[in-house]
């Protein structure tokens, strides 16, 4: 197999034709040898359908079911776990990303020899808000993460064969695959581009913070050391305050207590507070990875003209 393209579907119904229509009309001008991988994430409306139906009328699309929802990562690690192609590309399926993309990631990828070609936004899209706590995201992204992931990339990417199995390796339940791009490694560069519109994203601002939490605990250790340094910080504070007010009581000067005791008790209740939240993070994970549960599960793989399921 020459080209994978891998998606997921998750209320992606309207979708789905137009994403197939457009998407093989490009790989077509690559090669014949190609297959369209859908991931069903447990959708709960009538995608899973809809893919079933493309495949009954072309070989060349495969459809992964899975036995519930499992999120957007994990299917996508799931399809690029099917994927057999020399080449795979992932890519969103509600055509925010345009499926055109692939001709020109193919040609950049193979004229210069990259093992992963990946898309960006020179700036976010959304309103004020979104913009803002996405820069300021991404700012403390590159100062508690090692690994330097693109800021603004998105999830659109051609890559090699043996780098997509080299990044299957990798098993954790909780974890950011923006991490894990990065984290396999090989020769990555990136191409800018725009997405075409917004149909309402999935990804709230719970669910984008609950993902950055996810990336920061996922490959970095840094907030234990700013935990351990703070805290010295705070104490030695502590100390020289503590010593410059028994010196003034040796000499006769009191001060007002009140505030000085309750600022100090809320700051360090509210370090205390903060130090056992970041390491409860920390341990939850490995309360979850050592249970050893599969990454996902599948209902069946249709393919082949095949829709029994079982």
């Given at each position: ?60 699309v495969k459809v992964v079911e899975l036995s519930r929802n499992f999120g957007h990562h994990k ?119 725009e997405k075409q519109s917004r149909h309402g994203s999935s990804y709230h601002f719970s669910s ?103």
């Amino acid at each position: 197999m020459k080209l994978s393209i891998v998606t997921t579907l998750y209320n992606s119904g309207a979708f789905v034709e137009n994403f197939y229509t457009r998407m093989k009309a490009e790989a077509e001008k690559i090669t014949g040898d190609f297959e369209i991988i859908f991931v069903d994430d447990g959708s709960p409306d009538d995608s899973l359908n809809r893919a079933l139906a493309l495949l009954s009328a072309d070989h060349r699309v495969k459809v992964v079911e899975l036995s519930r929802n499992f999120g957007h990562h994990k299917a996508m690690m799931t399809g690029l776990e099917n994927a057999s192609g020399q080449s795979v590309f992932l890519i969103d399926v509600d055509l925010e990303e345009p499926p055109e993309l692939l001709g020109r990631f193919y040609k950049h990828m193979w004229e210069n020899n990259w093992d992963v070609v990946y898309g960006y936004q020179e700036q976010r899209k959304g309103n004020l808000f979104e913009q803002w706590s996405g820069a300021v995201a991404w700012s403390l992204i590159d100062v508690l993460i090692p690994a330097k992931i693109p800021r603004n990339h998105s999830t659109v990417r051609l890559m090699k064969g043996y780098y997509v199995r080299a990044l299957v390796r990798h098993q954790e339940h909780k974890t950011a695959i923006g991490g894990l791009w990065v984290q396999t490694g090989f020769k990555q560069t990136g191409l800018q581009f725009e997405k075409q519109s917004r149909h309402g994203s999935s990804y709230h601002f719970s669910s984008r913070l609950l993902a950055f939490l996810d990336s920061v605990t996922s490959f970095s250790e840094r907030p234990l050391f700013f935990v351990f340094f703070a805290g010295a910080a705070i104490f030695c504070l502590s100390t020289l305050i503590s010593t410059a007010l028994f010196i003034l009581w040796l000499v006769g000067k009191t001060l007002p207590g009140w505030i000085s005791v309750m600022a100090s008790v809320w700051l360090l209740g509210g370090f205390i507070i903060l130090s056992v939240g970041i390491v409860g993070l920390y341990i939850s994970r490995i309360f979850i990875e050592t249970k050893l549960r599969p990454y996902t599960i599948i209902r069946h793989i249709h393919q082949d003209g095949e829709r029994s399921g079982g």
